[in-house]
Every structure is written in structure tokens, then in C-alpha cells.
């Protein structure tokens, strides 16, 4: 793919409007059912034109909304970095076009001030990636996870006065337990910034959101949902159908290890395959299919690792709905 000097998007990239957005929860806000993560291919060890290729791509087709975290790398701050770059170089002109999110509460920096959910931490480490990013503010900044120690209200509040401030539109939670959700809710309702979104893992092969009960408390608060790895980090294409291939990220030291693969879930891709055939998809279609068909579910954080991969995941919001298929 060859990429201009001067990038300008596509005239039609808004063509698809009608089966590509939907409203977040009871927000003013309409996201793509398919958003751009950043938590793998855009670090320093992917090349910069290679992930410039994959956020042209995702913008020309209706992509608008791109997540990132203070510590997506690598190294902690690269996608940050690569992002600003994108922003200075690309994407200025198309800011109020774009839905930007990022993150905060794993370890960042040392010391004791460099992790968790504080007040200092938070503001600290969102100033840092406002500079990385090169953004006045971002759209939507979550609390990256649950903190066993911190005071609830001195982490809300925090989120709270954010917003306040103009640094982040929207605030949204990552990966809490539906008790301290349930909380988080109800404070930060009381003060006029209600939660946007809940972001937790809902995949085929994990369904924690549904069975805790996080998912209806979203669809009764109106609070949107999106779904991270929800390709299980690779697990639900058909890279494994056959054992693990040299080339392939389990392959590799990282988050997602050959453990993973245990002759159940061989059984079950098996499985999969066999219903992504009989519905004329591939199995990743089929996984994505699946997650944006469930209940409260407002998008998908789709990673990338080519323009191809992409392409091939945007299919999904076109998939025909499920009826009788048991998956």
C-alpha cells in the first residue's frame, strides 16, 4: 500500500454510516461498532509506516474511534508517542472527527506514584499522555483497573474533576468488579459525569461480563459497553486451527501464552469453523459477529497487525444475525 507524503481521507468514509455506528448506552455519543486498539502494533516494534497504513485504512472506512493506554508500547508511551506523530503529521485537520480514549492505572513509571488509582497518579500520568499525544484533551479517559487500596471516592473524584477541568470529555471504567461498578455509578452520576462506557473482555471464549452480571447493569444504567480481545488476542481466527504457527504472537514471550491452546479450545475452533463456514465467514467474522450481537455490547476494539486483517474484521458489521447456531 502506498501511502501519500500528505495524507487527506477518503470522501467516503461516512458511506456506511448506517450499519457502522451505534449510540453509546443513553449517550449523545454514536461509536464504530469496530474501534481501532492500540494496545498491540504500535509500539517501537512495529514500523511507523506500517501502523500509519492501518489508522488510514480504519479512518477511510469509518473507523473514528482509536483506544490507547499510557503503558500500550512497547516500550510504556510508545503508542502514545506514534499516536501524536499520527496526530501532527495526518489527523490535526480531523480532530472533532475522531473519538479518542486512553487510559490510566497500571504501572507507568517507578516509585509509588507511577501506578494504581490515586489522584496523583491519575493527573500525572494524563498530562503526560495529553504531551505524548499531542491533544488538548481526550475524549474519554478510563480508570484502567480496579484498586484494592485507593479510596473509591479519591479515584471518582478524581475522574470527576478531569472532566471538569476540560481534559477529558466522557470518563469510563475498565475492568472493575460489578460491586465497585455499581458504586462508581452511583458517584459519579451524584455529580454530573456519569460513566460512558464499561470496557471489559468479551469473547467466544470468555463471557465474564455476562455471567457477573456487568453487561445488564450496563444495559439498565445506559452505559455502553466495548469489548477488548475480542478475538481472544488471536485465538478465535483460524491462525491455530492447525497447532501453533513459528510466525504467530503465541508463538513469542507476551500475554498470550501456548497454554492457551488446549485441546478443548482446539475442539471448539474445530467447532466454530464449521458454523463461520455454514454462515459463509471466516471464524473471526463469525467471533466478532457474535460479540457485537450480544446486549449492551456498543462496539469492538479490533487490533491490527496489516491492512488486510482489518479489512477482513470490518466484514462483521454486515454479518447476517444469529438464530439457531449454538456457540
Given at each position: 500500500?502506498?501511502?501519500?507524503?500528505?495524507?487527506?481521507?477518503?470522501?467516503?468514509?461516512?458511506?456506511?454510516?448506517?450499519?457502522?455506528?451505534?449510540?453509546?448506552?443513553r449517550s449523545g455519543v454514536m461509536l464504530p461498532r469496530i474501534s481501532l486498539g492500540f494496545w498491540q502494533n504500535f509500539g517501537y516494534d512495529t514500523t511507523y509506516e506500517k501502523s500509519r497504513a492501518i489508522t488510514h485504512y480504519a479512518f477511510d472506512n469509518g473507523i473514528t474511534h482509536f483506544d490507547l493506554a499510557n503503558n500500550y508500547g512497547p516500550?510504556?508511551?510508545?503508542?502514545?508517542?506514534?499516536?501524536?506523530?499520527?496526530?501532527?503529521?495526518?489527523?490535526?485537520?480531523?480532530?472533532?472527527?475522531?473519538?479518542?480514549?486512553?487510559?490510566?492505572?497500571?504501572?507507568?513509571w517507578p516509585g509509588p506514584y507511577g501506578n494504581w488509582g490515586s489522584r496523583k497518579y491519575l493527573?500525572?500520568?494524563?498530562?503526560?499522555?495529553?504531551k505524548r499525544m499531542s491533544l488538548d484533551y481526550v475524549d474519554l479517559f478510563y480508570i484502567h483497573r480496579y484498586d484494592p487500596v485507593t479510596p473509591l471516592e479519591e479515584t471518582l473524584q478524581a475522574l470527576v474533576d478531569?472532566?471538569?477541568?476540560?481534559?477529558?470529555?466522557?470518563?469510563?471504567?475498565?475492568?472493575w468488579p460489578l460491586e465497585a461498578f455499581r458504586t462508581a455509578y452511583n458517584y459519579l452520576k451524584e455529580r454530573d459525569v456519569p460513566p460512558l462506557i464499561y470496557q471489559g473482555r468479551l469473547n467466544l471464549l470468555d463471557r465474564e461480563p455476562q455471567e457477573q452480571g456487568i453487561l445488564n447493569f450496563c444495559v439498565e444504567k445506559g452505559i455502553g459497553f466495548i469489548s477488548f480481545s475480542p478475538l481472544a488476542q488471536g485465538v478465535l481466527t483460524d491462525r491455530y486451527l492447525?497447532?501453533?504457527?513459528?510466525?504467530?504472537?503465541?508463538?513469542?514471550?507476551?500475554?498470550?501464552t501456548k497454554e492457551r491452546?488446549?485441546?478443548?479450545?482446539?475442539?471448539?475452533?474445530?467447532?466454530?469453523?464449521?458454523?463461520?463456514?455454514?454462515?459463509?465467514?471466516t471464524i473471526s467474522e463469525t467471533a466478532l459477529a457474535w460479540v457485537l450481537a450480544q446486549k449492551g455490547v456498543t462496539s469492538v476494539l479490533?487490533?491490527?497487525?496489516?491492512?488486510?486483517?482489518?479489512?477482513?474484521?470490518?466484514?462483521?458489521?454486515?454479518?447476517?444475525?444469529?438464530?439457531?447456531?449454538?456457540l
Open positions: 500500500m502506498n501511502l501519500k507524503s500528505q495524507y487527506t481521507a477518503s470522501e467516503n468514509r461516512y458511506s456506511d454510516s448506517e450499519a457502522m455506528y451505534a449510540r453509546c448506552g516500550p510504556y508511551g510508545a503508542a502514545e508517542e506514534l499516536f501524536g506523530r499520527l496526530m501532527r503529521e495526518d489527523f490535526n485537520p480531523y480532530r472533532d472527527e475522531l473519538f479518542i480514549s486512553t487510559k490510566a492505572g497500571y504501572d507507568m493527573f500525572a500520568s494524563l498530562d503526560q499522555s495529553l478531569i472532566v471538569r477541568m476540560g481534559k477529558a470529555l466522557y470518563v469510563g471504567i475498565s475492568r492447525n497447532g501453533i504457527p513459528a510466525d504467530s504472537r503465541m508463538s513469542r514471550a507476551g500475554t498470550l491452546l488446549t485441546p478443548e479450545v482446539m475442539q471448539y475452533l474445530q467447532q466454530l469453523k464449521g458454523v463461520a463456514e455454514s454462515r459463509g465467514e479490533a487490533g491490527a497487525s496489516s491492512v488486510g486483517q482489518l479489512r477482513n474484521n470490518i466484514k462483521c458489521i454486515h454479518s447476517k444475525p444469529f438464530s439457531t447456531e449454538k
